[in-house]
């Protein structure tokens, strides 16, 4: 048996599914030209090697397709596979409002045919993309049809990352790292909404020093939304042959991608897809002890069947459900309304130190007078959130912090409250004012309901509730739920419907 080490600094990214969604949108977009334009796509991705899995199934034109895709350090056209911590399993389904996502873990124990016992990213590593799909068939999904397989290496997303520009992303808590210091890889962004670009951003999807492989799963997830958000179709066209290009050189694919009849399958379902939103469908995990390799286990019996289930099922509407806030009763306090919501507590005295704190920035500052039980506010006065091996001066304005957001017709005033419900398992949420009205983030909401007074704009991820946004004349508020959407929908709401002065 041979157990693959974790690489220094970690190697999951999730940007592949971006990286890949862009490509083929772009692709799909240009296509329309003609086959010629077909073929110089066929002739980019020809650039690298493709490789031949029997046990991939081609669909018929129209069906409905399932991309396996896979994040790997390997240089091109390397003699080994490479070791790879993205598995990523991309549903396309004409008949679905959502592109279905979901993540396999790397740790997740299997038996490797001919090694043992091992973590799944091993059988990348140890087979390549055959034995991959062999163990995700007979192990892992049972009856899982994969019909393309799409590689992209570390150079690649640096370079789609340099073609794009940058991603405005909602960072959840302080990522510090000085790799002088530490086996990690470096990183230094502050909590907030802000704009990630190049080596920031590749350093926050690759994040893993303080938390485990399932969270950082959920924020490279996230980082999907945020860019496929960020960037429309006709954007993407406008850099299509330079992003063709990169793709091709920094990428592999399956021999059916390399022919016209494959690409032009793929870029109908696409085509279709592009304004559908990115539905994640969360891996039944449980983790196991340490003695001494650390593994992750599905909950139960069935649990990863359940899983595949609704990876497969087409979702007919974008509507998620309304949902109310649970158990709600009101009380009168000196001339407001008070809201005792099951599994929130009320703490208005944090919440008006954290807003002393921000200080005069030029906007008004709102805090929420009820917070998720057992959770609170990170405060760098103390301390508390700090991670203890770096420098403290490193967190001395993070918790709360002001900023000035520069995005066209700013700068515009900001501020960030960061909460901690269990900074172990990387469960943070937020509170964040600024007076952009417009960020990307907030461009779609799902739905818009109205609670205590406020009308609250609602942006959903399947069926949970990722951001409850709400605006006044002189600024936009939002709360962040945690990046696995950890905060049940109706306390959520509650949180942001409790937003006070």
């Known amino acids: 048996m041979r157990l693959i080490p974790r690489s220094r600094g970690g190697a999951l990214w999730r940007f592949t599914l971006a990286s890949v969604l862009m490509i083929v949108s772009v692709a799909g977009a240009t296509a329309v030209a003609g086959l010629l334009q077909v073929q110089n796509i066929v002739d980019a991705l020809k650039l690298s090697k493709g490789f031949s899995v029997a046990a991939l199934s081609l669909p018929a034109p129209g069906q409905p397709q399932t991309i396996l895709a896979i994040g790997s350090d390997r240089r091109a056209n390397a003699n080994t596979f490479g070791n790879t911590d993205t598995m990523m399993l991309v549903r396309l389904d004409a008949s679905s409002s959502t592109i279905n996502v979901l993540s396999v873990p790397r740790d997740l124990q299997v038996n490797l045919p001919g090694y043992g016992i091992n973590k799944l990213n091993a059988a990348f590593a140890l087979g390549g993309p055959k034995l991959l799909v062999h163990t995700l068939q007979t192990q892992v999904f049972p009856g899982l049809v994969v019909n393309h397989?799409?590689?992209v290496t570390f150079g690649g997303f640096r370079k789609l990352v340099d073609a794009i520009g940058c991603v405005w992303g909602d960072v959840d808590h302080r990522y510090y790292n000085n790799t002088a210091l530490t086996n990690y890889s470096s990183i230094d962004i502050q909590p907030g909404y802000q704009r990630m670009c190049n080596s920031d951003a590749l350093a926050f999807v690759r994040f893993r020093h303080t938390d485990s492989d399932i969270v950082r799963n959920a924020r490279?997830?996230?980082?999907?939304?945020?860019a496929k958000d960020n960037y429309g179709l006709?954007?993407?066209?406008?850099?299509?042959?330079?992003?063709?290009?990169?793709?091709?050189?920094?990428?592999?694919?399956?021999?059916?991608?390399?022919?016209?009849d494959g690409l032009i399958n793929l870029f109908n379902l696409i085509l279709n897809a592009d304004g559908h939103t990115i539905k994640t469908i969360p891996f039944p995990y449980q983790f196991g002890q340490c003695n001494p390799v650390c593994y992750v286990y599905a909950q139960s019996a069935g649990a990863e069947q359940a899983a595949l289930r609704a990876f497969l099922t087409p979702n007919r509407a974008l509507a998620a459900p309304?949902?109310?806030?649970?158990?709600q009763h009101r009380?009168?306090?000196?001339?407001?309304?008070?809201?005792?919501?099951?599994?929130?507590?009320?703490?208005?005295a944090d919440g008006r130190s954290q807003a002393g704190q921000v200080g005069n920035i030029g906007i008004p500052v709102y805090y929420p007078r009820l917070i998720l039980a057992g959770s609170g506010y990170c405060f760098s006065i103390t301390g508390n959130c700090d991670d203890p091996s770096e420098p403290a001066t490193e967190y001395a304005h993070s918790y709360p912090r002001s900023y000035e957001i520069d995005a066209p017709g700013g700068p515009y005033p900001s501020y960030r409250m960061t909460l901690a419900v269990n900074s172990a398992f990387g469960w943070y949420y937020g509170i964040q004012g600024t007076t952009w009205r417009n960020p990307p983030l907030l461009a779609h909401p799902t739905q818009t309901e109205t609670i205590n007074g406020k009308r609250l704009e609602e942006?959903?991820?399947?069926?949970?509730?990722?951001?409850?946004?709400?605006?006044?004349?002189?600024?936009?508020?939002?709360?962040?739920?945690?990046?696995d959407d950890h905060i049940p929908n109706g306390q959520l709401k509650a949180i942001a419907a409790s937003l006070t002065q």
Do not use: C, M
Request: hydrophobic share 40%; no cysteine.
């Open 459 to 483: 942006f959903f991820n399947g069926g949970k509730l990722s951001v409850v946004a709400w605006r006044t004349p002189t600024g936009v508020y939002w709360v962040s739920n945690t990046l």
């Open 220 to 226: 490279q997830q996230d980082f999907i939304r945020w």
């Open 149 to 151: 397989i799409v590689v």
């Open 234 to 260: 006709g954007q993407l066209v406008a850099n299509e042959n330079r992003l063709i290009r990169i793709f091709g050189k920094n990428s592999e694919v399956d021999t059916g991608l390399q022919s016209v």
């Open 331 to 348: 009380r009168r306090g000196r001339g407001h309304s008070s809201w005792i919501v099951a599994g929130l507590t009320a703490d208005p």
């Open 322 to 327: 309304a949902g109310k806030p649970p158990s």
